[in-house]
């Protein structure tokens, strides 16, 4: 009991979605793998598409493509194992920051969300015009909407998890999809 109540049942939770995932990796090295590979051949089918057209609006339909597969991924991680920890450990004295951390380095640093997103960033630097400028933004660009995305994805699932939760969960994806 003093683990829980001490300075970091944060740091406690992380190591717990750490051994969850450690005891599914020999499932999920091949599976992610692939998802990489698909996720690379998905960037240069869009980047020859984006460079074919010639068109202002190539970028955005990569990154609304890419955006796409991030919230699937992220979804199933999500669904997976985080919503299952959250669920149980939320007799745990934490403030909703800690919680949103939680949710928020678990999705960052698990292996098929972070191989979308460097595969993304990748391809975005690869697609367009070469000059230094321009790479840079697209880079930055392309990791902001990856941090939103995390970000987003780590909201909706705390609101998703607290009780009463479903209702505040839609309203927020609904505010999510109107800025969007």
Do not use: K, Y
């Given at each position: 009991m ?37 996720n ?71 292996r ?22 321009s ?7 392309t ?38």
């Amino acid at each position: 009991m003093a683990q829980v109540t001490g300075s970091s049942p944060l740091r406690l939770m992380l190591e717990a979605t750490r051994t969850r995932e450690l005891r599914h990796s020999a499932r999920w090295t091949v599976g992610i793998a692939t998802l990489g590979i698909i996720n690379l051949f998905l960037c240069a089918f869009l980047e020859s598409f984006v460079n074919d057209r010639n068109g202002e609006d190539g970028f955005m339909l990569f990154l609304a493509v890419e955006s796409s597969f991030l919230l699937l991924a992220g979804a199933a991680v999500v669904n997976g194992d985080l919503e299952t920890i959250s669920r149980r450990t939320w007799v745990f004295p934490m403030t909703s920051f800690a919680r949103f951390s939680f949710v928020f380095l678990s999705l960052l640093r698990h292996r098929a969300t972070f191989i979308i997103a460097v595969t993304t960033v990748f391809a975005s630097a690869l697609l367009g015009p070469r000059a230094p400028v321009s790479v840079g933004g697209r880079v930055i660009m392309t990791a902001l909407l990856e941090l939103f995305l995390f970000s987003a994805m780590s909201l909706l699932t705390i609101l998703r998890i607290r009780p009463a939760g479903e209702t505040r969960s839609l309203l927020s994806l609904a505010g999510l999809i109107l800025a969007g």
